[in-house]
């Protein structure tokens, strides 16, 4: 909870400026989305609405998910003739260590943007943030109608037990992730943290959302019930390539690559399915998997070495956007290191993809509070 964030800032390497990917799947997820919303006002008449982004980050996704879920909610009360929402209530949640300012330094943008959208008598939109994690309570009970989260739960709240970088044995040797080669009791301990993490989110936003409420999730996931599936790991195997080339170069320690393992888990849908029947608050409306390309989907010729060169680059920058805080942490990595070992991981990136067009498996879900 204290190191995992994304990158900050406006710059390069920031998260606002590599967060393609992440747009693609809040892009395929909206269909669904608008489905929920619509379902969600046909059988509720809402004159406050609780809405909570958990998960939020930084950078131009943040408030796009914001408005597209207004938006959506506008055109549903126009559709079913009913007069508009009288006001928003809008909780924006990260980790602490999130980039907050950056989303709230937007906002007199977006008022403004709303404001000559929507007309002068749209003023009740209050956007608030809401620090903490979401394995736990983070509003009042019954005070949300709507959540949503994207390429956010695929995070666990810790390392798997067993699996800590003080842990006496090193269970998961040269690896980042799950692989191939991993024992299955590192498989074993990634599924029990993921059943626990994932458990407690939907006990949590069961006391928060009304009865009737709704929520759209999506996630890294598989489309297989093996966890070693290439479409579930890959980018962290060759992640750790890219590493263990440094350390044989003396430019890591060998020792620090063993003893770290990625707080993150690509489930299935089963996994999924079971999580939140057990709990048993929910009912499942929609659980979908759709592919996304590892660069976003930018059309490039892979098999150019200017294209091939080009996707890698454009995928280290996405992911080092995404997990250099922790890398930072753990490894102690300077600057130009760092910036090395990105290099190799695109160069690594771009040879794998024009070989196997490795997609990732993106689960989108659609949820109703039963009571």
């Not at 579930?232 to 350390?247: D, G, M, N, V």
């Not at 070495?305 to 997990?323: C, M, Q, T």
């Amino acid at each position: 909870m204290q190191v995992l964030h994304m990158n900050k800032g406006n710059g390069d390497t920031s998260y606002a400026k590599n967060s393609t990917v992440q747009s693609k799947i809040i892009s395929v997820g909206k269909p669904i989305m608008k489905e929920a919303v619509l379902e969600m006002l046909c059988n509720n008449v809402i004159e406050s609405m609780g809405i909570a982004d958990l998960g939020c980050s930084s950078g131009p996704n943040s408030l796009s998910v914001i408005s597209e879920i207004m938006d959506t909610v506008e055109a549903a009360n126009r559709l079913l003739g009913r007069r508009s929402v009288s006001e928003f209530r809008v909780f924006l949640n990260d980790l602490y260590s999130n980039d907050f300012n950056n989303i709230f330094m937007s906002l007199p943008a977006f008022y403004d943007r709303l404001k000559e959208e929507k007309g002068l008598e749209f003023e009740s939109c209050f956007i608030l943030g809401a620090p903490g994690s979401f394995y736990g309570r983070l509003f009042p009970s019954n005070s949300l109608h709507f959540v949503h989260s994207s390429s956010s739960l695929h995070w666990l709240s810790q390392v798997p037990a067993g699996l800590e970088s003080n842990a006496l044995k090193r269970l998961n040797k040269g690896k980042l992730y799950i692989s191939k080669s991993s024992p299955q009791s590192v498989v074993d301990a990634y599924l029990l943290q993921f059943r626990n993490d994932f458990s407690l989110f939907i006990k949590s936003r069961s006391r928060e959302l009304v009865a009737g409420g709704r929520m759209v999730l999506s996630l890294m996931g598989r489309s297989s019930t093996d966890p070693t599936t290439e479409n579930s790991c890959y980018q962290w195997e060759l992640l750790a390539q890219a590493i263990t080339s440094l350390a044989r170069e003396g430019r890591i320690e060998e020792e620090k690559l063993d003893s770290f393992n990625a707080p993150y888990y690509a489930p299935c849908t089963e996994e999924i399915k079971d999580e939140i029947q057990k709990e048993g608050s929910f009912t499942i409306d929609r659980l979908e998997a759709f592919e996304i390309d590892w660069d976003g989907g930018a059309v490039t010729d892979i098999h150019t070495p200017h294209g091939k060169l080009s996707v890698g680059r454009r995928v280290a920058k996405a992911i080092r956007a995404v997990v250099e805080s922790m890398l930072e942490s753990h490894f102690g990595i300077e600057p130009d290191v760092m910036d090395d070992l990105f290099i190799r991981y695109g160069d690594i990136v771009g040879t794998h993809l024009s070989k196997s067009r490795t997609k990732y498996i993106n689960l989108v879900m659609a949820l109703t509070k039963k009571w």
